[in-house]
């Protein structure tokens, strides 16, 4: 059966855009996060959700991205996110933005470990949440 | 005794302009927003402590800003801040954006309640800093 | 004929809340000017366009809001902006932050005056940009 | 004789904090920025200069962070940062985030290449800034 990864749209905006003409490295993340909250939303762990109840957090311990085209001011973007790896304590997100003509613009990673509140270790992660990261895994393509 | 009012400074970075080339209106904002959390830890009133303690909120009802001229990349702009009123639960902070040429690019108005947490109505403004802000008020020519 | 006012709907985002647990005010209006973006491009004057074009800056000379009730992380709103006023040089944009629970939130208005690139004065608005602004004109009650 | 790398300060703001109550990690990039900006301008290679002339342009192409201690609204933080690597076309800076506690929040790289306006490939990195880079090299304990 065909997998069809996640994907979360979003258009540059004017704001977006810094004084070299391009959009800003660092609002890749913004935009990644962004992307990031819609699709725990939708395989129903919503990040607002786990923060009010306070009995998960999942911190970012490394980010990282490379930039492969500019991205220009108005042009509509996809952002195609899968989780790439799945441990016991942490999970590894990885982006691809893709612009309206089909290119490959940028690539983005981010690692999240699992924390209980007052605990100053990584812990497994929720059960649940492991099993329905792991249904999502990349493709062999987008690791 | 001459006034000298509380001044914040900063320089206008590659992130802080926009697609059309100038600082994006809403960055201002951010920018007045450091010189008032300087202002407050200068006079004794540090937001971050505030907010810890959990004794008092002086959240936003109102901003404003006017652009007089726009700011450009690398500009070096200093704040002038200071209260321009002070009302029984609530006061008014007046910003100026003056570059480093000397002319006047930007003003900004913010109107901050009292909040006691839990409560909805304003409250009074704790005594010492009505007494704090009285003592900064701005000059007649910046109001 | 039943006026229908444009409005764009986005979700407050983990990174749009500030340490005092609301969305920061200055965020209110990067959220107000992704509305006019896309506002702007629904009437077909999309600002990348003219910003690339170079005949015609729309700079803001104003902007102000008022914030009733908080917005908090993983609300979903509406912006529904309108022309309240469409003058000869300039136009005011109005802006109404709706949460899904249907409460005001916030409220915002730009101001936004037509320069031609290289003039050092405000020029009379494009006729074909007047004519479309003036056809979306706020209703009495959203002014 | 000893070397001092060069050092960026900030504090964190309110609106640094996200919903989570630490500093958003995309925001750690902006700050990565705002001490490069100052770097370059102290090695007399200013950015905004740099771009308004039009002739070297120094995007990024990779940019990473690894997070290691959340900071929180109103640290102290100074950005350590020095070139760890200067190629023929590109160069490396690394930045290290130390709170006012003397720990280690956070580390951060970004890779950047020369382009020459209106070329499609990396050219040859300026040789005066090549030289200061070069002179500025990392300590063998920060890279």
């Known amino acids: 059966m065909p997998h069809h990864p996640f994907s979360h749209a979003f258009r540059v905006s004017l704001h977006d855009i810094d004084a070299a003409g391009a959009m800003f490295y660092g609002h890749l993340f913004r935009h990644a996060h962004d992307a990031y909250e819609a699709f725990m939303g939708d395989i129903g762990w919503p990040l ?51 612009a309206e003509d089909g290119t490959l613009r940028a690539l983005a990673r981010t690692v999240h470990v699992h924390l209980v509140p007052g605990g100053s270790a990584a812990a497994p992660l929720p059960q649940g949440l492991a099993a329905v990261l792991g249904g999502h895994l990349c493709d062999r393509d987008q690791s």
């Open 48 to 98: 607002d959700r786990l923060i009010r109840a306070g009995d998960a957090l999942l911190p970012l311990v490394h980010a990282e991205a490379d930039y492969r085209v500019p991205l220009r001011h108005g042009e509509a973007v996809t952002v195609v996110l899968c989780p790439s790896e799945v441990g016991r304590t942490s999970f590894t997100l990885s982006y691809r933005f893709v």
